[in-house]
Antibody, heavy 120, light 110 residues
């Protein structure tokens, strides 16, 4: 089964760019059978979808974050990444990467997440 | 405010059956299937139910899901102490072209 591990700085200063990487094992990130997803959970709040990237590079983002988000894939490293610019304290959250099966099942599996705090 | 609506809490005693509801809209649950996750803070949310009522391998059959119209529910029978966790519903939203989630339900086993 596919497994994912998030990595990146745990502390980011306001107005700077948050950069996270998700390393995929147990399968190829180039497969057309999956697409790749990021979500986050602010402290004490629910889960929020950030965006997705599909085979071929097509992306979709949550409208509330769209102007600040870029999701990309690095096939040479079997990784995909999240960049969120101009962060504020409201971006403090646990960030999870996930894999969604590109079939009728709707299955999405998530990594354990990595906490990011935005603070000066 | 979450796009899907769940009760913030639920509880039951060992052996009981509990149900958690999830309400959405025509663009989410009304047109697409529902997933359910169990989440312990600091860990990966675990997929319990997909496609409304399908269980991945390893998920016991005392967990079941259903959907009707723009609502769905997760039922846990034979409640066990290990079931105490946060539960989230999720669905694809056609207008968002992305996933929407419920606010989560904290299940307490009394």
């Amino acid at each position: 089964q596919l497994q994912m591990q998030e990595s990146g700085p745990g502390l980011v200063k306001p107005s700077e760019t948050l950069s996270l990487t998700c390393t995929v094992s147990g399968g190829s990130i180039s497969s057309s059978s999956y697409y790749w997803v990021w979500m986050r959970q602010p402290p004490g709040k629910g889960l929020v979808w950030i965006g997705s990237i599909y085979y071929g590079g097509r992306t979709y983002y949550n409208p509330s974050l769209k102007s600040r988000v870029i999701i990309s894939v690095d096939t040479s490293k079997n990784q995909f990444s999240l960049k969120l610019n101009s962060v504020t304290v409201a971006d403090t959250a646990v960030y999870h990467c996930g894999v969604a099966y590109y079939d009728s099942s709707g299955r999405v599996y998530w990594g354990q997440g990595t906490p990011v705090t935005v603070s000066s | 405010q979450s796009v899907l609506t769940q009760p913030p809490s639920a509880s039951g005693t060992p052996g009981q059956r509990v149900s958690i509801s999830c309400s959405g809209s025509s663009s989410s649950i009304g047109r697409n299937t529902v997933n359910w996750y169990q989440h312990f803070p600091g860990t990966a949310p675990k997929l319990l139910i997909y496609k409304n009522n399908q269980r991945p391998s390893g998920v016991p059959d005392r967990l079941s899901g259903s959907k009707s119209g723009t609502s769905a529910s997760l039922a846990i029978s034979g409640l066990q102490s290990e079931d105490e966790a946060d539960y989230y519903c999720a669905a694809w939203d056609d207008s968002l072209h992305g996933w929407v989630f419920g606010g989560g339900t904290k299940l307490t086993v009394l």
